[in-house]
């Protein structure tokens, strides 16, 4: 053979495209028989010129990726910090409870747009808030932390057994077979 081989060639063409050239000038002028045979296939064949383009297209198509991703998260965090921080820069939980019999009932205090800091509350109201909107898993926390000195702590001693009573009330229901699985017999 009077030049590089084929699989030379084309490892050439592809990752040393300016040294390809080169070879393919000099060949063109010295050698035209080894050109047309072996050089000339790679500039003809529009498989070869894609195939050369194609490791720079998904090197574009990634860096693309990589900085429509890398907006998206910035975006995304910068939407959850303006939005988790409109409460003057505190993280506080404020559940929202508007039924006038819960404000009279427990005492406690609301604020001017009619929402509670439950933050500000004991544990006996907190329970109770959540008692009310049926969170037994919740109510129960906050009434095990209602201390023995507490005024409230022989009541939430009642609440607890009822959330256990609740709690057992709902597995024998969740268990029980109802109506839909009646008529499915």
Known sequence: MRGP??????????????????????????DPEYYKE????FYENPL???ASNLKGCLTAHFIHFIVITVISVI???AGLFFTKNKNGGKNERILEVTPDSIKTMFKIPVQS???????KLT??????IYFSA????????HFLLVKDNDPAYNESIVKL?????????????KNKPGIKDAKKN
């Open 161 to 173: 057994n009822e959330i256990k009573r609740k709690k057992s009330e709902i597995l024998i229901n």
């Open 48 to 50: 070869k010129k894609s």
């Open 75 to 77: 975006l995304s965090t």
């Open 113 to 119: 747009d009619n929402t509670i800091n439950i933050n």
């Open 134 to 141: 049926e969170e037994y898993e919740l109510a129960e926390f």
């Open 5 to 30: 081989s084929r699989e030379n060639l084309e490892k050439y063409y592809l990752h040393n495209r300016p040294y390809f050239d080169s070879l393919a000038e000099k060949y063109k002028n010295e």
């Open 123 to 128: 544990h006996y109201q907190q329970g109770m």
């Open 38 to 41: 072996y050089i000339a296939p």
